[in-house]
């Protein structure tokens, strides 16, 4: 009887051991994560990424689908990377952080869920995606673990959406300076090559979706290419056949998405994705800025005109006058040609105004001025910062090669440890690069002013272009009608608050604006804002109405199409409860597109201002409070 007891025991040992083990088998070969949900913080964005049969995500704000189903994947060294890995674990954090910001707001809020998604391939490789969603948007990059040089063949991120449409897209990839296109996707050609930033309005008023990238080093630049059947793709536009690198991750790809053109616009996405600064940056200040009117062909000033202009300048709170490349052409001896402008340096901090000078990035001239060259870029900027010059105008990068992309924060490192300022012009898009270096005040990378002013163009780029970042539009013109365009004077003035730019460049003189109608709102006006308002008569394509406020003066700026006149009735609810303000506003002139009618009232936050808009017309009024 012992004995078979003994052996009952045996075989309940033996009999847990192999349900232990096929339980550990089962287990085991089912450790693998097959999907997951991740959320914005308020929870009305949902990111769904499924790695069932391939690696593919979609999303959606409020329950509507933004991005159908589309495949993720990098191609390295002839392989993607995610074919066949499987997810082993997912590190979850919340971020929540403010900073100091210069785009549409004075303070920036980082609030986002962070998905760190672990991956595991067959020869035991590993690699990583991270996600962050945040309540406007969402943002993942591919993580490549380790520092090696590596070939980036291809990337297979994809971007599916309604066919039912609208894009405003740009396929002017060197610099952007063209006209924004308008087509339903249903139309695309496919094979179409966008620039980053094209918007997409979604069908019944659902929503906006846009493009764009941020934080790049060693990489190349992306354009979004269309696929057809509905689907976008990243594209190395500048490096077709890859490129090598040592990075390890890739940009992040951002995802805007709002259910409003506010929400669209008041975003900081692309600077939340770049790294903080480091170091002091007081000495960094935004201002408004015109061309320097007062020297000959050779660099010599003429003083009653320079002075004239510095005159006025000073009364317009102008902080700024800039020097194109032709400084170069003022002596064959750099050194010469810098002595002439620290003689304008000079005469300008009399009037404590700053001077910027321009500079091309490659040696376009053939003055042997390359700027890829470190030690010559070093010794051009010491010999700028002895000249008492307060930034530079770099122009022409025009690439999004991996040299090119770093060739910006090289320059911007080596600017930053001598205290210059700096824009950009003839310049790619930008990506929240003045996060890590707030001293990189504006880029271009528009068709502004210099081309004349195309009025529903200029109300596509606030919703496109200026999405990551402020734009050297350039407006305002007094004195050659041609650069009017089909638009007004009052049109251009709103362009002033609305094309913002941390460095606001007028297209005229100090003098000629000291002289004419609309001198009191040019001296009046700001480069940077504490807060932005999109007002819901805004239509991407069709009318721009915003509201910005710097301290407590608001400015209301109102900018048409060319499409047909306008009626609007706004509502003052953006003012302050319980005060009184004086307004000083500028209308269109019917009579005469190249005048304002000026006029004076006074409101409360529950009154309503009406506003009569020529084709291509537009309104400001400034808003300060009765004391």
Not at 317 to 325: D, P, S, T
Not at 329 to 340: G, N, Q, T
């Amino acid at each position: 009887m012992k004995e078979f007891k003994k052996s009952q025991k045996s075989i309940l040992v033996i009999f847990i051991a192999i349900l232990l083990g096929l339980i550990y088998y089962g287990v085991s070969t089912n450790r693998y994560i097959d999907s997951i949900e991740m959320k914005s913080p308020d929870g009305n964005i949902i990111v769904s990424l499924s790695n069932k049969d391939s690696l593919s995500y979609s999303l959606s704000l409020k329950g509507n689908q933004f991005i159908s189903d589309s495949n993720l994947g990098i191609s390295i060294d002839g392989n993607n990377i995610f074919d066949n890995a499987k997810i082993v674990s997912i590190d979850e954090k919340h971020n929540d952080s403010t900073y100091a910001s210069m785009e549409n707001s004075n303070i920036a809020n980082d609030l986002n869920n962070e998905y760190i998604i672990n991956f595991e391939n067959e020869d035991s490789s590993k690699y990583s995606i991270v996600w962050k969603i945040f309540n406007n948007g969402a943002a993942f990059q591919y993580v490549f673990k380790d520092d090696s040089l590596k070939r980036i063949d291809n990337e297979t991120s994809e971007f599916t959406i309604d066919k039912n449409s609208s894009v405003f897209y740009n396929t002017e990839l060197l610099d952007m300076q063209e006209v924004y296109k308008k087509s339903q996707i249903s139309d695309l050609k496919e094979n179409t090559i966008m620039a980053a930033l094209p918007t997409f309005k979604l069908p019944n008023n659902n929503g906006y979706i846009s493009i764009g990238e941020a934080n790049l080093k060693d990489y190349s630049g992306m354009a979004v290419k269309y696929m057809g059947d509905s689907k976008f793709k990243a594209h190395y536009w500048n490096t077709i056949n890859g490129f090598d690198t040592s990075a390890q991750s890739s940009p992040w790809r951002i995802i805007f998405v709002a259910d409003n053109l506010n929400n669209l616009v008041n975003n900081t996405l692309a600077q939340n994705l770049n790294d903080e600064p480091s170091g002091d940056f007081n000495w960094v200040g935004t201002g408004k800025a015109t061309w320097f009117k007062g020297y000959d062909k050779q660099g010599n000033i003429i003083e009653d005109e320079a002075i004239k202009n510095l005159e006025a300048a000073k009364k317009l709170n102008i902080k700024y006058l800039v020097v194109g490349n032709n400084w170069r052409s003022w002596s064959d001896d750099e050194d010469k040609a810098f002595e002439k402008v620290r003689k304008i340096a000079d005469l300008c901090k009399q009037y404590d105004i700053g001077l910027f000078i321009g500079n091309d990035v490659p040696d376009i001239d053939q003055s042997g001025d390359n700027m890829y060259d470190d030690d010559i870029r070093r010794d051009f900027l010491e010999k700028a910062k002895a000249a008492g010059v307060s930034g530079i105008k770099f122009g022409h990068i025009q690439m999004e090669t991996p040299q090119a992309i770093n060739i910006y924060r090289q320059i911007m490192k080596d600017a930053t440890e001598k205290k210059l300022l700096v824009i950009f012009h003839n310049s790619n898009k930008p990506t929240g690069l003045s996060r890590t270096y707030p001293n990189l005040l504006t880029q271009e990378g528009v068709k502004g002013m210099q081309y004349n002013l195309n009025t529903t163009n200029a109300n596509v780029i606030p919703y496109t272009r200026l999405l990551t970042g402020g734009a050297d539009f350039t407006p305002l013109n007094l004195t050659n009608s041609t650069r009017m365009g089909d638009g007004t004077l009052a049109h251009m003035l709103a362009n002033t608050v609305i094309m913002r730019s941390n460095l606001l460049t007028f297209m005229e003189s100090p003098y000629n604006i000291e002289n004419s109608e609309v001198r009191e709102f040019i001296s009046k006006v700001h480069s940077s804002w504490d807060e932005t308002i999109v007002l819901d008569q805004s239509e991407i394509g069709e009318l721009s109405a915003f509201v910005r406020r710097k301290d407590k003066e608001y400015f209301l700026a109102i900018q048409n199409s060319n499409i047909e006149n306008k009626k609007l009735q706004i509502k003052l609810d953006f003012l302050e409860e319980g005060k009184k303000y004086k307004s000083l506003e500028y209308r269109d002139d019917f009579d005469d597109k190249t005048h304002v009618i000026k006029s004076n009232n006074e409101y409360q936050k529950d009154d309503t201002i009406e506003v009569d808009l020529l084709t291509g017309g537009g309104f400001v009024s400034i808003f300060e409070e009765v004391k």
